[in-house]
Each structure stands twice: as structure tokens, then as C-alpha cells.
């Protein structure tokens, strides 16, 4: 692969892990329509494999090295969904995973990983800790590091979820994509802008960890201060020299934040109305639709990537209660 992610890096991922990934549906929400006055379809990658998007770009990470013949130890930092399927991905390709996470990260995540068959480290304080133990880990062993985000490979495997919603819905108008370390909307903005150039790309942050948009305001990487958020798989700081940066720089013009109460309402009114289990992560989309956070929408064609349904019984139910 090159230094930069193409539209035929992005296609050559979706030939490589088609074995590998579904398909998933790309539904009508009625009750989005009707709260926005727009004609709102969710990209269902909460019904993927291992219930969250990561398992795209895990895998075409994993299969480029098996290409090269390279089996390396695999190592990474996650909040939860990158680990599971970065450790699927290992097993299918003949290699070992350790995978770092937050003491605190769902139990059902941490149980995930583990069934998957990789070793796991849940002793670090928060997402920041586990990334800085992942790389002094890699440095130490000679394990390949994999980023969850700032990973070329990993950034061509999420940009099939954008060229599966192109193909089913060509009429879109505007894509709403979460963002935590920014590797969806990445290759979501390089497929858009080579199949779907008019298409409004927006990116939604939980109001609780805004590291894009604080990059933004500064024009450049800044660290913050993460507070704690149910959109677990969105927090934490960028890598000061995460590529994603300059890929959010180019692609996506509008990034907005989805406040706290608005997402724990989404998960319950996916759940309610759309029959969808949605993780914190994957419901800032439909709660920044929801609550207003993006305008000019109405009578538009949206796509919103629900992005895992990975959350722990006990948080679900606090939600919809």
C-alpha cells in the first residue's frame, strides 16, 4: 500500500475480507425521519461480525501482513471492539494478539476479547495509558503494533462500510459517521469523495471527549482532558502524529458533538423504535440528528453508521429505563 489511503486501496480491502465480514443492511429509520423531517437510513454494522465495524479494518491489517508472508506477534491498545476483532483476525491468520485496554471498559468487551483467543491487559488507568503500555510493549517484543485508527490498513478496511452504503443508497445526501480516533471517517471521506462527491460527510464526537474538534479550533493535535462518557469506544486523545488528522482535514468540513443525555436518549429510542441495539459510540449519530446538532438536513437523503452494539446488560438497561 501506499503512504495514503486511494479509492483502490479501499476496494482492494472489500475483495480482501469479504471471506471474512457481512454484508450488513442498510435500513430506513422511520423514527429519525419523522424527528428530522429528512429520509434517514442506518448502516447496520451493529449486526457485523463480532457487532461493531472494527472487524473491517482489523482484518484487511491482519491479511496484507499474511500476504507478505510476515506472521508477527499483534499487539494494540482498544476501548473494546478493535481488540475483539484484531484477536479474530490474528486467529484466522495464523498469529498471536495481546491487546491492552482500560481498566474500566465494558466487562462485555473484555470477555469478548479473551473468548477470541487473545491475551489481555485491562490494568491500565484509561484509553491513553493502554495505547503508550500497547507501543512499549511492541518496541519491546518486536510485536507489530495496530492501531485502531491511525493505520493505513485499517483506515481502507472502514471505508468499505462508506462504498456498501454508496452502492445500496446512491441518492445520499449526507453520511454522519462517528469519531473517536477518526479511522472510519478516514476512509469514509476517501470513498465518498471518489464515488459520491456531493455528498455532505459530517462527523459526530461525544461532547465528552472532543478531540477533533479541539484539533480543529487549534489546527493542529491537542491534548485534552476526556471525561467520562457512555460512547466508551470514543474516548481518549489522538496519537500526536495520528494520520487521521490530516485525512478529517480534508474530507470532513462539518464535525459536531453529541451531548451526553442525547446519546443515553438515542440508545433507548433505537432500541424502542428501530428494534436496534446500539452501543454509546454508535448512537451519537442518531442523537445529534435527534437532538439538532446538524442543520440543513431536512428533506435530505441521510446515511448514519451505527457503528456496534457491544455494551454491557447492565448499561442497556439503565438507558432504557
Known amino acids: ?153 485499517v483506515i481502507a478496511g472502514g471505508g468499505t462500510v462508506a462504498v456498501e452504503m454508496i452502492e445500496d443508497q446512491p441518492r445520499l445526501d449526507v453520511v454522519v459517521v462517528p469519531m473517536g480516533g477518526g479511522g472510519l471517517i478516514s476512509g469514509t471521506g476517501v470513498a465518498l469523495a471518489a464515488m459520491a462527491p456531493g455528498c455532505r460527510l459530517i462527523g459526530v464526537e461525544a461532547e465528552a471527549s472532543e478531540a477533533f474538534g479541539t484539533a480543529r479550533r487549534h489546527g493542529r493535535i491537542t491534548t485534552i482532558d476526556p471525561q467520562p462518557t457512555i460512547a466508551d469506544g470514543l474516548g481518549g486523545n489522538l496519537e500526536p502524529n495520528a494520520v487521521t488528522f490530516d485525512y478529517v482535514q480534508r474530507y470532513v468540513p462539518e464535525i459536531v458533538a453529541a451531548a451526553e443525555a442525547s446519546i443515553l436518549g438515542a440508545i433507548a429510542d433505537l432500541a424502542g423504535h428501530d428494534h436496534q441495539i446500539a452501543e454509546g459510540a454508535a448512537a451519537v449519530g442518531p442523537a445529534a440528528l435527534a437532538s439538532g446538532r446538524i442543520a440543513d438536513i431536512a428533506g435530505k437523503t441521510i446515511g448514519v453508521v451505527l457503528t456496534g452494539a457491544n455494551i454491557d446488560r447492565a448499561r442497556l438497561a439503565r438507558c432504557l429505563a
Open 1 to 153: 500500500m501506499s503512504s495514503t489511503v486511494s479509492i483502490i486501496a479501499v476496494l482492494e480491502a472489500r475483495r480482501r475480507i469479504a471471506p471474512h465480514v457481512r454484508r450488513t443492511p442498510l435500513v430506513r429509520s422511520a423514527w429519525l425521519s419523522r424527528a428530522t423531517g429528512a429520509d434517514v437510513w442506518l448502516k447496520l454494522e451493529n449486526q457485523q461480525r463480532t457487532n461493531a465495524f472494527k472487524v473491517r479494518g482489523a482484518f484487511n491489517a491482519a491479511l496484507r501482513l499474511a500476504e507478505r508472508g510476515e506472521r508477527p506477534a499483534l499487539v494494540t491498545a482498544s476501548a473494546g471492539n478493535h481488540g475483539r476483532a484484531l484477536a479474530e483476525a490474528a486467529v484466522a491468520t495464523g498469529m498471536s494478539c495481546i491487546v491492552f485496554t482500560p481498566s474500566d471498559a465494558p466487562r462485555t468487551k473484555l470477555d469478548a476479547i479473551e473468548a477470541a483467543g487473545a491475551r489481555l491487559d485491562a490494568s491500565s488507568r484509561n484509553y491513553d495509558a493502554a495505547e503508550i503500555a500497547a507501543k512499549d510493549y511492541a518496541a519491546s517484543t518486536g510485536a507489530c503494533f495496530i492501531s485502531p485508527y491511525t493505520h493505513l490498513d
